[in-house]
T-cell receptor
């Protein structure tokens, strides 16, 4: 049973470029969460999605950041016009359907974004 | 929103000793408290969790306790081994209120070092 997959693992972008981060949840999981981790800090919630729906995007900056989880294919976190402060590790997690199992989130390996 | 505080930020123990990491939370509606272990450059891995209807849970050398009245929970690792060295994060749910269901709030992490 494959775990949560993320790609690319490392991404380098110049200031002003766009970054697209992809996440494929665990098989059978329909809930996806994106978190950002700055060096030597904890994970900060960004956005929670189900297939074709954004459930909670209150942790995501309103400008330049967007996320989607289409009916087919991976979830995508998109950062437009990147700035140096966007450099961080971006982790995706997934969980099962609603119920007690909803809370158990399993993380992908992360994408380390470096903005030069 | 929920605020999770974690202490200590660093912890060094001798192999075979016990390690205790403590967290407090602010939202009395929180009902799920996972602990994650993150090795350098790797994904956070769920190691144990506890729900608000339970006071203690144990899994081999790892145990978690929860005091709902005081709003704090702790991770206990006994008979520590060098491979336990990692950063440990506590987390809490925002509680079952609407769209915030599912999002986790993380502490800032504890760097545990186990010396052989």
């Amino acid at each position: 049973n494959a775990g949560v997959m993320q790609n690319p693992r490392h991404l380098v972008r110049r200031r002003g470029q766009e970054a697209r981060l992809r996440c494929s949840p665990m098989k059978g999981h329909s809930h996806v969460y994106w978190y950002r981790q700055l060096p030597e800090e904890g994970l900060k919630f960004m956005v929670y999605l189900q297939k074709e729906n954004i459930i909670d995007e209150s942790g995501m900056p309103k400008e330049r950041f967007s996320a989607e989880f289409p009916k087919e294919g991976p979830s995508i976190l998109r950062i437009q016009q990147v700035v140096r402060g966007d450099s961080a590790a971006y982790f995706c997690a997934s969980s099962l359907e609603p119920g007690p199992a909803l809370y158990e989130q399993y993380f992908g390996p992360g994408t380390r974004l470096t903005v030069t | 929103g929920e605020n999770v505080e974690q202490h200590p930020s660093t912890l060094s123990v001798q192999e075979g000793d016990s390690a205790v990491i403590k967290c407090t939370y602010s939202d009395s509606a929180s009902n799920y408290f996972p602990w994650y272990k993150q090795e350098l450059g790797k994904r956070p891995q769920l190691i144990i969790d506890i729900r608000s209807n339970v006071g203690e849970k144990k899994d081999q050398r790892i145990a978690v306790t929860l005091n709902k009245t005081a709003k704090h929970f702790s991770l206990h690792i006994t008979e520590t081994q060098p491979e336990d060295s990692a950063v440990y994060f506590c987390a809490a749910t925002a509680g079952g209120r609407g769209s915030t269901l599912g999002r986790l709030y993380f502490g800032r992490g504890t760097q545990l070092t186990v010396w052989p």
